[in-house]
């Protein structure tokens, strides 16, 4: 057998593989209508972090629409019991539950699983969902990176408001450039702790955030790996 031909082989079966994987996600309990909503369940053994769903209408004869909703919530694994946490945009663990708000969909629509991520980075389903799901989670790495980085440098060479106005000027400098949720985030934390006159204090709530911020960077490096 040539090289060529067992290369070609070797794909075959990696496409056969993926297509013969099934996403553990059920759908149940569609609601139509203004308030419409869906019940999704996790019926596999491992959480699912990442999924998308596609509501499909036929908005008049021969023709079709499709609206897909992505969640990606690996990071809910840090994330989990914050004040601002949102329990939808959460992983789904083994066995669990949850009703997903839709867009308002008319008598007759379907919506059906179209791309599913697993906790071992499995990707099951539509690749176009998946190319999509991967790559926002490459770019969150990265910006959680410019945030750990930045923490990194400021922290051990300055102390109190020095190191908190260091940071401030850092994360409006990349908030102006990059514009992201992670720098936003940092931002705003460190724009909360200049309330507080206690050196000592600052340092403690500075460095609480950073090893926040690095295991939510930690998880980035991980789930944007896909297997």
Known sequence: MSMRIFFLSVLTLMAA???AAESPLIISDLVTGTASHVRLTNSGRQPVTAWSLAAI????PGRTHREVYTVDGYLSEATHGLPKAAERLER???????DLPLDPLPPGAKVEVVA????????IGEEEALVAIFSNRAKERDALKTVVDAFNEVLPKLHGADALSALRDRFSALVARQDNVPCHAAL???????????????????????DFVTREYDLAVKHSQRR
């Open 17 to 19: 593989s993926a297509q």
């Open 57 to 60: 209408t036929e908005p008049g």
């Open 92 to 98: 789904l663990m083994p066995g669990e539950s949850r």
């Open 116 to 123: 599913t991520v697993l906790d071992d980075r499995t990707a």
């Open 188 to 210: 705003d934390a460190v724009q909360t702790y200049k309330s507080t006159s206690d050196p000592a204090q600052i340092d403690r709530s500075l460095r609480t955030y950073a």
